[in-house]
């Protein structure tokens, strides 16, 4: 350990000049100097107390009340974190005094150990430690907490003396005490395998050579002894073996685990059954401190999307700054995966997705092995999900990567695509057929639950080079012909064939580490976090539909602009009333057309031509918009370009439509020419944008189109001035566009 830091007034914690002392501190010193008063002597020519006088003194003043016995036993307890001399004494003190075992000191310990380890002076940290190991061999209730919550310490990808101190206490607190430890308590157990499973591939060098020798030795030890206790971990197990599969200590575990499971365990069916079990999210948020979960959770839950960048700058430079501390990003993206599960609420706002911090964490990747890693974790739960035992939640993120970053990052979405078709052949051989059904319930149950309306964007994506398109042919030729023909009717490919776990046959150790060939980061791979969702090219012509408000919404048609004939022209309006009351998920029901039989003379429709009708009577109305029902559009916000986004929002400022037509029509059509830019639009990234201004331009909707107020004389009233409301600015950009493009026709469409 480093040489203490002499911080004044502080014996606790590390704090600056013009930092108040820490509360808890404050009422564990103040109990310090209440059992040191009650300890002096009366008169200052007196002598000093023996040891059994302070003793009696001590057990007397705490038998007296409860609250005397808090003070005391926490003035033992920051006698012991502060003074390394008194300590074996006071812990005597304390043993026999206690009344409630440990229970106070306990919960204060754990305070300290979760929130404020980081915070503690180097001897105050010496003695937690020495503290800890005095509980667990005195065998005290609520030792084995302490001992779950120092390893929630040991950060991940940090190589500094004190992390790999803390790391190397810990170790000998649990090989010292084994048996007593580890006597009833599977739980444990499984966390410390997890724990050092992981730590193990960070003390890497001849400078941790011995502590990662007894890491190895301890581990595999514990396996081979409590393989069942372990097998509580679930599949992240196996993930975290597979790093240290290439150790020679492991190879022999891997054959038994593989070939020989009855030798680890009578109850062990093999490796299938392992990978069948979904980790517990307590081992996978074990592998973070409390500060790394209360900064993500923050970020996933109160910063808003394109707020981020200095948030995620500094969480990198606190916990990424560090070749070796790439090794962190894994544990990461699994804890993102498995543990943060937004709310409803939270999914439908304009909160940063988890999508948008796995693409940024994917970009702290500079090597290859580390990317694999990542995208490991993150396509994990794909290879053996059953649709009625895993959380869609755990999947989702991955497949939203893919999509939002394949227009402008298209280098993220194609490596994860490639490993995703070859991690199901390549991962292990002989269980190819399972992990290929899998992947492929993992898609089915995207599609189900629509987290997607079409795979199309990134199965077909034109970004794809010709052999990769070929892959994904052979892998998923099924889902590039799945056709979603409206809301709840999803068709899909049938499963593939389960695979009998009997015809396994042996394989080579090398066919058991994922040899799947990746593409470096280096190469441009990008998060898409501040760039906004892409729109994505190369899209069929199925038109996916986001709800069931939107079915049949193309077979409704607006009666023709002139009609001849007044009777016919009711007739259209009847037929179109009955095609709108037949939906009954619709919110917009069409009203009958008001049509007055025109002019016969003909009508010429120059941009700056006037009305020559009589009256009000004679002009030609659209059928209106009777029921309107307007939504909140700000969980799209996350889903629009960025430069569109803005426009958007300061469109649906309250009342803008009302109180400043001139710019709303201003702003729809500059959202307008900038949708019209992006060459790779698609019609399924137009869908948000059409639904933001479907709502925003709900109160033209509702009003006829030639609507001239009753004091106006018509023929005083020019067709320019009449189409100048906010609605019309879309199809000015059209009529005044040329080129004939697959944007243009998606911009007809919205």
Known sequence: ???????????????????????????????????????????????????????????????????????????LFYVILTDVQE???????????????????????????????????????????????????????????????????????????KNVWLAERVLEIFMEN??????????????????????????????????????????????????MDCFLIGRDLVRLLLNVARIPEFQQLWR???????????????????????????????????????????LMSKVKFGNQKRYQEWFQKSYLSTAESQNLCPDLIRYICCVIHPTNEILSSDIIPRWAVIGWLLLQCKSNSIAAECKL????????????????????????????????????????????????????????????????????LLLEKRVLPSLAPIFESNKLDPELKSLVKTNFGDFMEVALPGPGVVSLPPPPPPSDPSK????????????VNTCSYDSGVDSGAEGGNSSLGNVKSTEPIFSSEEEDIDEIKPPPLIVDDEEETVKVAQSVSKK???????????????????????????????????????????????????????????????????????????????????????????????????????REASVPLAACLCNILIPNLAVPVFNIPPNRDPSEVSLAQLIKRPLYAVFEVLCKSEADTLPLRLLSFL
């Open 87 to 161: 300590a074996p004494r006071a812990f005597q003190d304390l043993t026999l005094i206690t009344r409630d075992h440990f229970g106070s000191i306990l919960a204060k310990l754990n305070i300290i150990i979760i929130e404020k380890y980081l915070r503690l002076l180097d001897v105050a940290r010496q003695q937690l430690l020495w503290l800890v190991q005095q509980l667990v061999s005195s065998r005290c209730i609520g030792a084995n907490q302490c001992c779950i919550c120092l390893m929630k310490n040991i950060i991940g990808g940090d190589v500094s003396t």
């Open 377 to 444: 974790a993150l396509f994990f739960d794909w290879l053996t999900f059953q649709m009625d035992r895993d959380n869609i939640m755990n999947i989702e993120p991955a497949v939203l990567v893919m999509y939002h970053n394949l227009k402008h990052h298209p280098a993220t979405s194609i490596t994860l695509l490639d490993f995703l078709c070859r991690i199901q052949t390549d991962f292990y051989p002989p269980l190819q057929h399972i992990l290929k059904q899998g992947v492929h319930n993992s898609f089915r």
């Open 504 to 515: 396994v046959t042996e394989a080579l150790l090398e066919d058991i580490v994922p040899q």
């Open 178 to 227: 084994e048996t007593v430890i580890f006597e009833n308590d599977s739980l444990l157990l499984a966390h410390f395998i997890f724990t050092y499973l992981r730590l193990i591939c960070d003390h890497r060098g001849t400078r941790h050579e011995s502590l990662r020798k007894t890491e190895i030795k301890f581990c595999v030890s514990l396996l081979r002894q409590r393989f």
């Open 1 to 75: 350990m480093a040489s203490n830091q002499t911080t004044p007034g502080s014996g606790l914690f590390v704090v600056t000049k013009n930092e108040p002392k820490e509360r808890l501190e404050e009422e564990l010193e103040s109990c310090g100097n209440y059992i040191r008063q009650l300890v002096a002597p009366q008169r200052p020519d007196q002598q000093a107390r023996s040891n059994q006088e302070m003793h009696d003194i001590l057990s007397s003043n705490a038998n007296a009340n409860s609250e005397n016995h808090e003070k005391v036993c926490l003035g």
């Open 256 to 298: 038994d685990i593989l070939f020989q499971p009855q030798l680890l365990s009578p109850k062990f069916n093999g490796i299938l059954s392992l990978m069948q079990v979904r980790s517990q999210r307590k081992f996978i948020a074990a592998r973070l401190t409390m500060e790394m979960e209360n900064k993500l959770n923050f």
């Open 580 to 682: 709108s009351n037949g939906s009954s998920q619709r919110k917009l029901s069409l009203k009958s057309a008001m049509v007055s039989k025109p002019d016969q003379s003909a009508v010429s429709y120059s941009s700056e031509l006037d009305l020559r009708t009589k009256s009000t009577e004679e002009l030609i109305v659209y059928p209106i918009v009777e029921t309107l029902e307007k939504e909140d559009i700000s969980k799209y916000y996350s889903q629009l370009e960025s430069d569109i986004l803005e426009n958007v929002m300061k469109l649906n400022d309250d009342n803008l439509m009302e109180r400043d037509e001139k710019n709303a029509f201003e702003l729809v059509k500059k959202i307008s020419k900038v949708q019209l830019t992006y060459q790779a639009s698609s």
